[in-house]
């Protein structure tokens, strides 16, 4: 039985699938409503994610920031990422946060993405990209995958079609490395990946 203030939550963004979708980057669990910035992924300030998207491709961590500084700037991003073909989802689809914060940690995953609905919707789509521990354990408790090290890719067949499963550091600031390292990571794996 649950304590009453553990209640289920559901995921509120969907998913992030333009046409051309060449690879699908999935983490755990959107953060509370209360640590948005944009309504979008990784809407956190304290989240790294489009820094390093900056720091990559615009040679510009800010790059993605509002001019305020206290926002993303959602039009941009989802621009950018049309224009890239970089899809976007979650591996958990409804969660009880056993602890008031964001922390995949005290995340109880209840429901789980289903692939066999989401991977047809991006036909181009040759790599799946985890953001996080979290959402590795998830996605490999779905698919016959080995778990690769931080940085690296193994391979997995899914419906006859061989995908590349890459496992990239955590964006959150949770995971103590400077964004300029975490960025060298997703930069090799976007150049394998044909996105850069």
Same mark, same amino acid.
């Given at each position: 039985?649950?304590?009453?203030?553990?209640?289920?939550?559901?995921?509120?963004?969907?998913?992030?699938?333009?046409?051309?979708?060449?690879?699908?980057?999935?983490?755990?669990?959107?953060?509370?409503?209360?640590?948005?910035?944009?309504?979008?992924?990784?809407?956190?300030?304290?989240?790294?994610?489009?820094?390093?998207?900056?720091?990559?491709?615009?040679?510009?961590?800010?790059?993605?920031?509002?001019?305020?500084? #206290?926002?993303?700037?959602?039009?941009?991003?989802?621009?950018?990422?049309?224009? #890239?073909?970089?899809?976007?989802?979650?591996?958990?689809?409804?969660?009880?946060?056993?602890?008031?914060?964001?922390?995949?940690?005290?995340?109880?995953?209840?429901?789980?993405?289903?692939?066999? #609905?989401?991977?047809?919707?991006?036909?181009?789509?040759?790599?799946?990209?985890?953001?996080?521990?979290?959402?590795?354990?998830?996605?490999?408790?779905?698919?016959?995958?080995?778990?690769?090290?931080?940085?690296?890719?193994?391979?997995?067949?899914?419906?006859?079609?061989?995908?590349?499963?890459?496992?990239?550091?955590?964006?959150?600031?949770?995971?103590?490395?400077?964004?300029?390292?975490?960025?060298?990571?997703?930069?090799?794996?976007?150049?394998?990946?044909?996105?850069?």
């Amino acid at each position: 039985m649950y304590l009453k203030e553990n209640k289920i939550e559901y995921h509120e963004l969907g998913f992030f699938l333009p046409n051309n979708a060449k690879i699908l980057m999935l983490g755990s669990f959107h953060p509370q409503r209360k640590r948005w910035s944009m309504e979008f992924f990784y809407p956190n300030l304290q989240n790294d994610m489009w820094r390093i998207f900056g720091w990559i491709f615009f040679s510009n961590k800010e790059y993605f920031l509002e001019t305020d500084k #206290k926002h993303f700037n959602k039009e941009r991003i989802q621009e950018f990422l049309e224009k #890239k073909g970089i899809a976007l989802g979650d591996t958990a689809q409804a969660i009880i946060r056993l602890n008031d914060n964001a922390s995949d940690k005290f995340l109880e995953v209840v429901e789980k993405i289903e692939l066999a #609905k989401i991977l047809p919707q991006i036909p181009d789509c040759k790599a799946l990209v985890t953001t996080g521990q979290k959402a590795t354990e998830i996605l490999l408790s779905l698919i016959d995958a080995t778990e690769p090290r931080v940085g690296e890719h193994s391979t997995f067949t899914w419906n006859s079609q061989t995908f590349r499963l890459y496992r990239m550091p955590s964006s959150s600031r949770a995971y103590p490395r400077p964004i300029e390292e975490k960025a060298r990571v997703y930069e090799k794996m976007f150049r394998e990946t044909g996105i850069l």
